[in-house]
């Protein structure tokens, strides 16, 4: 039985279709991304499974129960969203109890629970402290405690690493992977960030304008991408137009370096950990990330390379629609 099931959802606002007949599910200990750019329907469709959003078609089934037309506090879901609102009145392990105590727990039990989850997140040495009184980050992760803490069989995770460093976004994904390993609950994570989607996640949604592009595991997504618009959506830095509506993708690992023909050099920028350069290539301007030492190979403004034909992929260019 599937920790959630989303079946035809369509949602709109006006005359904006946020959603548009979206059937997506989330098996019990599974995490799945939810990605796409800003203003896609994300946040819609993780408001229209949580219950603060009603929607206009379709079907939302949580641990294979028809919960469509419930009100959120009967829908049993733990939420984490961007504006994770704690009580301010309450200290950090009041405001994980309060979940548990509101489903009937006594306030022992309450309290048991909630310091598993704050040992899950790493701070139970902040149990006695206010919320007023946290970092960021700390906050963040006491909300996650406090979803973790209802016991629920589906988590719902909007942006829940959004306005953290990026030094600690890269710290919580690792530890919300392990995190969620060890649940056993199924998640639907909403992102923006195709990093955080591959770290975090084992499938994921790609959604654009309210639809879904493409379902798959997470590292077969990046690897074939089923189209243009998607691969340049998840960072693949060269997705040239092809011949009849076409788009050739080459990967970083189709490209080999110091071998074969030297090509014109036409532009180069320094970045934070190395060079990139645009390379005229007759399949059109390759950008590529060069290490120090193979920068060092630009010799008289050219740069040899292979493109290995075998890994370039021909896709759909979708990229001027929708
Ligand atoms: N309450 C609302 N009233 C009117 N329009 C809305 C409302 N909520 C969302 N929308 C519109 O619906 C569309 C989808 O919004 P949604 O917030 O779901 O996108 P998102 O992918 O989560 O974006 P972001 O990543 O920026 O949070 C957008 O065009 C948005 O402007």
New binding site residues.
Partial sequence: MNALSVVHLAKA??N?P??VDLSLSVAPGETVALL??????????L?CVAGLERPDAGQVCIGGRDMTALPPEARHVGLVF?DYALFPHLSVLGNVAYGPRMRGARRTEAEARAREALALVGLEALAARRTTELSGGQAQRVALARAVATGSPLLLL??PLSNLDEQLRARLRADLRDLFARLGAGVLL?T?DQREALAVAARVAV?RA?RLVQVGAAGEVFARPATAWVAAFLGHANVLPGPGGTARLIPEDAVRLGEGEAFPVTARQTTDTGTEVMVGHPLGPLTLHLSPREAADICGGRLRLTVDPARVLTLPDDRETA
């Fill in positions: 606002f006006g904006v946020a959603v796409g750019p800003s203003g896609c329907g994300k946040s819609t469709v408001r961007q909007d942006e909403v923006h959604m309210g």
